[in-house]
């Protein structure tokens, strides 16, 4: 995938004139299909284990992405798919992985919830709700003993907001004013509890303000305030004023995993969201703004659809991992 | 060649540490009062003057985000050195030692490694009681994926801490608090030692004696009362549990025919039968007795001065079992 949104100049920062609109909702729409791809083969019996999609989240995954400079860092979580491909993660290596084949970037070992990968900058996704919100906090620290000007941006859904290891983390961040932006992907539910059932206390932001932390609830399904809100995050934590809570309020238009009835979601409230699919309003804005056309954006979803459809041919059928895999790597 | 010097367990470490940081800059130090304050056992004394705040990270008690973060500096090119306080506190670090810290290497198909030390303390002998004594080293050597270290003298602690900080994967150091004042030759230069090699203490032809961190102190004191009565203690301390170095142990018990392993950690589900059970597999047929286990007891550490002494096993509990297993 060409990360056009990431706009590599001469800094390796993201301009900050003109955002690059266009190639957020091509990124959103790679992670659309993509998904799409995944649950048809989940369906079909061809990924081990369980898998978590991220469809109807991806303005916030890459509107927060894409205020990214090459070099920042994020951590990701059980729903991290759309988080490792606006990273940049090639789309045969990331399927291949969550279908455990050898060509998976991780040789068929981790799988949809423990991808890592560094080389773009991705920390991974995480089996342990809040498990990467450390990751990123400590790479973060990492950085500041080397004089570096990274940013960390550490992913987790509303069912972390109630582990230590968040408030930790917000703690430390905030008193050695680290560059980390939490980002909170609300989307109303930790399996098939309620937040509302499981979350005490009037106010999510408040878990951020009470440690000083410039906390803000945003709309998730917008991915240009999704894109500017992180953006102004980015900016403070690069300037050295430390952390930023974003809370992002989406919806996952799938069930927790596939496979999952959803008879916890009241259907109007699923149809409330379902309207406000952050696809279709991108695709208006960006018509309605002369950036691009109807007739150009359906060669653009013909040319997604294409790359995903080739790379679940490329890996569909590749080499399970040979047996001798088994005990590599366990030490260096 | 320069003299070696004669340095504490406490001092040993300490320098090592100096060293590492001087030779790397990515070594840094995080921990509770590790700082200005130079720890709570005075084990990292001098450290922040020299390093400053940005390489020697007090934290805050808050030890499974704080060492959480030392696993995310790791894996972006950090060298953490992560001090837990008393062995015990390392329970709240199991979730990100277990599921991070072990698993990124293998996880991410060796393109990710957490190069690390979690150092602790542990020992019996202060009356710090149930919650301030324990050493989880065999919980740590049965997570895939770490390695794990219980030096016994000041020379080999900090040439295990050196190579332990140069090592690429997350290693588990555990420090005896009681051996921190005991003092030992240590070459000036202080030689690394590497991860995964045993130590023959001192030979012998009768026993061998496998002693794990202070009870290899305790098994070379029994060795001396032994031999007054001519029986010949071998002492081996493997140093390193995870990778253990099988071939030292299983050469020497070919040669001695018996075998006592010592352990001053509850005897059940430890290491005392994992490595018995090593030599019953790969060296039975030179035994000449079943090896003996001696342990510590299934029991929290209590601390009343009569029945902490009676927790684990010492100098003289080692020479009788001597005698029994000889007789
Ligand atoms: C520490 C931990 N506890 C429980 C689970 C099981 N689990 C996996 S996902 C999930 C719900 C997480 O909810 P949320 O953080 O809101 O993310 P979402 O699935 O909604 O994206 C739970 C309970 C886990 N993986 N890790
Ligand atoms: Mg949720």
């Known amino acids: 995938m060409k990360q056009t949104t990431r706009m590599a100049a001469a800094s390796g920062r993201p301009e900050k004139t003109s955002p690059d609109w266009l190639g957020m909702h091509r990124t959103m729409l790679l992670i659309r299909h ?55 993660a090639d789309v045969a290596s990331l399927l291949g992985e969550i279908l455990g084949k050898e060509a998976g970037l991780c040789g068929g070992r981790s799988g949809s919830m423990h991808f890592i990968d560094l080389d773009n900058g991705n920390l991974g996704t995480n089996g342990i709700v809040g498990g990467g919100i450390p990751l990123a906090a400590g790479a973060a620290l990492a950085a500041r003993a080397r004089g570096g000007d ?43 509890t309620a937040i509302d059932d499981v979350t005490a206390g ?28 992180t953006q102004r995050a980015v900016t403070r934590a690069r300037a050295g004023k430390g952390p930023s809570f974003i809370v992002c309020n989406t919806w996952r238009f799938g069930g927790h995993h596939v496979g999952d009835k959803q008879d916890y979601k009241a259907d109007a409230e699923t149809k409330r969201w379902l309207a406000r699919d952050p696809i279709p309003k991108s695709a208006k804005r960006l018509i309605a703004e002369g950036l691009t056309t109807a007739v150009k954006l359906k060669t653009l979803e013909a040319q997604i659809t294409t790359q995903v459809r080739v790379a679940v041919e490329r890996v569909r059928n590749a080499p399970e991992p040979a047996a001798t895999r088994l005990a590599e790597h366990v030490h260096g | 060649m320069v003299e070696p010097r004669v340095l504490s367990f406490r001092e040993a470490v300490l320098e090592a540490l100096f060293l590492e940081m001087h030779a790397d800059p990515n070594v840094m130090l995080i921990g509770e009062d590790v700082g200005a304050a130079g720890g709570v056992f005075k084990q990292t004394e001098g450290l922040f003057k020299t390093f400053g705040a940005t390489r020697i990270i007090d934290t805050p008690i808050s030890e499974p985000g704080a060492f959480g973060m030392a696993i995310g500096a790791a894996m972006a090119g950090a060298r953490p050195v992560f001090e837990v306080m008393f062995g015990d506190f390392m329970t709240l670090c199991m979730d990100q030692l ?101 130590r023959v203490l001192r030979e012998g032809s009768d026993v061998t004696l496998i002693a794990i961190g202070r009870m290899a102190q305790f098994a070379l004191d029994a060795a001396k009362r032994l031999a007054a009565d001519g029986i ?90 001597v005698r029994t297993l000889l007789s």
């Open chain 1, 34 to 88: 993509f998904e799409e791809a995944v649950r048809s083969l989940a369906t079909a019996g061809a990924v081990p284990g369980l898998v978590h999609l991220c469809a109807g989240q991806e303005a916030t995954n890459v509107g927060v992405i894409a205020a990214l400079a090459k070099g920042d860092m994020i951590a990701s979580h059980h729903r991290g798919h759309g988080h490792c491909l606006a990273k940049g």
């Open chain 1, 202 to 229: 009037p106010s999510i932001v408040a878990r951020g303000e009470v440690f000083g932390i410039p906390s803000k609830m945003i709309d998730g399904m917008d991915v240009r305030t999704v894109f500017t809100t």
């Open chain 2, 232 to 321: 010949e203690a071998e002492v081996i301390d493997p140093r390193t549990l995870v990778p253990l170095d099988q071939e030292a142990l299983l050469q020497s018990v070919r040669k001695t025919h018996r075998a006592i392993v010592i352990d001053g950690a509850p005897r059940s589900y430890g290491v005392t039968g994992e490595i018995a059970s090593i030599i019953n597999e790969d060296a039975f047929d030179w035994l000449d007795a079943p090896v003996m286990r001696l342990g510590a007891a299934d029991t929290p550490v209590p601390i009343s001065r009569t029945l902490e002494p009676l927790w684990r096993p010492d100098a003289a509990r080692i020479e009788k079992a």
């Open chain 2, 98 to 198: 277990v599921n991070q810290a072990a698993k990124v290497r293998y996880m991410s198909n060796g393109r990710a490694s957490v190069p690390l030390v979690l150092r602790t303390t542990m020992g019996t002998g202060a009356n710090l009681g149930p919650q301030h004594s324990q050493g989880f080293y065999a919980w740590a050597a049965h997570v895939p994926g770490l390695k794990v270290v219980v030096p016994s003298n000041p020379a080999d602690a900090a040439g295990l801490m050196r190579a332990a900080i140069r090592d690429n994967d997350p290693v588990l150091f555990f420090e005896d608090r009681m051996l921190y004042p005991a003092k030992g030759a240590v070459d000036a230069d202080i030689p690394l030692v590497p991860i995964g090699k045993a």
């Open chain 1, 150 to 192: 990274e940013v960390f941006v550490c992913f987790f859904g509303d069912g972390a907001l109630n582990q230590g290891l968040l408030h930790e983390c917000m703690n430390m961040t905030a008193i050695w004013k680290l560059p980390v932006v939490f980002v909170c992907e609300n989307n109303g539910f930790g399996e098939f």
